[in-house]
């Protein structure tokens, strides 16, 4: 299936851990993004990346530090979890030129306790 | 700044026609998309305006008036399973969300 993966789709795990969260996507695109989706749905980017650099950097703790060793992949490692993190955290990617029309993957849904 | 505004909530009943609207406020415009979310699932992507008009897919509309700052979603021969989250989001570098129109369609 050419798609937008995500693992894990849930992760629990306790305050001062540090996770990480893989993403891949088979649909050759260029551009990557990871989101973050908050108990009220507000749905917020974080980071883009273009052909494995970056090219957004919202104002996001630096404890967020994303990581695209291919333009098919982009990981999101987060150092030191407080509760606040936990939400669900969306990777998506565009096909070029159309940043408008973007294609999620399921979502991991973090829980911070 | 960027701001989009949409209704919370909107309930209407199978086999209906719903609007959902939403205004803008934002500096630089790169076009009105709409994205469809169910519970539990991830976002998917609907329609773009680029330019001011109606575009048509299938059941679903969206029109864009740029002078006016708004837009609308309109979904036709309402089924149960249209019942989500509906967003609104303008690019202007990035992809800005609107807070999200939960749709209940009720039998």
């Known amino acids: 299936d050419t798609a937008v993966s995500q693992t894990p789709k849930y992760l629990v795990t306790q305050m001062g851990n540090d996770k990480s969260i893989k993403c891949e996507q088979n649909l050759g695109h260029d551009t990557m993004y990871w989101y973050k989706q908050d108990s009220k749905k507000f749905l917020k980017i974080m980071f883009s990346?273009?052909?494995?650099?970056?090219?957004i950097n919202e104002t996001v703790p630096n404890r967020f530090s994303p990581k695209s060793p291919d333009k098919a992949h982009l990981n999101l490692h987060i150092n030191s979890l407080e509760l606040g993190d936990s939400a669900v955290y969306f990777c998506?990617?565009?096909?070029?030129?159309?940043?408008?029309?973007?294609?999620f993957g399921p979502g991991t849904r973090l829980t911070v306790t | 700044g960027q701001s989009l505004e949409q209704p919370s909530e909107v309930t209407a009943v199978e086999g209906a026609i719903v609007q959902i609207n939403c205004t803008y406020q934002t500096s630089g415009f790169y076009g009105l998309s709409w994205y469809q979310q169910h519970d539990g699932g991830a976002p998917t992507f609907l329609s773009y305006?680029?330019?001011?008009g109606l575009e048509e897919t299938g059941r679903f509309s969206s029109f864009l008036s740029r002078s006016d700052s708004y837009g609308y979603l309109l979904l036709q021969e309402l089924q149960m399973k249209d019942s989500a989250s509906y967003f609104c989001?303008?690019?202007?570098?990035?992809?800005?969300f609107g807070q999200g129109t939960t749709l209940q369609v009720k039998p």
């Open positions: 998506a990617s565009s096909p070029p030129g159309l940043e408008n029309e973007q294609y």
């Open positions: 990346y273009n052909n494995k650099e970056l090219i």
């Open positions: 989001a303008v690019r202007r570098g990035k992809l800005i």
């Open positions: 305006n680029g330019l001011d």
